[in-house]
């Protein structure tokens, strides 16, 4: 079993800062790209930000510059600076990777989300 868990989301002022953070755990060999995506309500889910095992990252335009995704590869932790948060951020976001479970094929798994809410 695998489980990726999410958490620091919550309330913030527009211009704010918030840290997202996610943890896999389980009997995982490999883990190959990462991601943050999010859903606003009424919108279909999008990509924020990914990065790969070596590091490579790719943003959103609507996040570039302002998000920064990172990650642990020996603690199997993926993070996300979010930085001069605008209410248009506002939707739950969700930890998703390309993760190699022992005796099955490449597996895409995905966190529960956790809410943010940007006010204006």
């Known amino acids: 079993q695998v489980q990726l868990v999410e958490s620091g989301g919550g309330l913030v002022q527009a211009g704010g800062s918030l840290r997202l953070s996610c943890s896999a755990s389980g009997r995982i060999l490999r883990i190959n790209t990462m991601g943050w995506y999010r859903q606003a309500p009424g919108k279909q889910r999008e990509l924020v930000a990914s990065i790969t095992s070596d590091g490579t990252t790719q943003y959103a335009d609507s996040v570039k510059d302002r998000f920064t995704i990172a990650r642990d590869n020996a603690k199997k932790q993926l993070s996300l600076q979010m930085d001069s948060l605008e209410p248009e951020d506002t939707a739950v976001y969700y930890c998703?990777?390309?993760?190699?479970?022992?005796?099955?094929?490449?597996?895409?798994?995905w966190g529960q989300g956790t809410q943010v809410t940007v006010s204006s």
């Open positions: 998703n990777a390309m993760i190699l479970v022992s005796l099955l094929p490449w597996n895409n798994f």
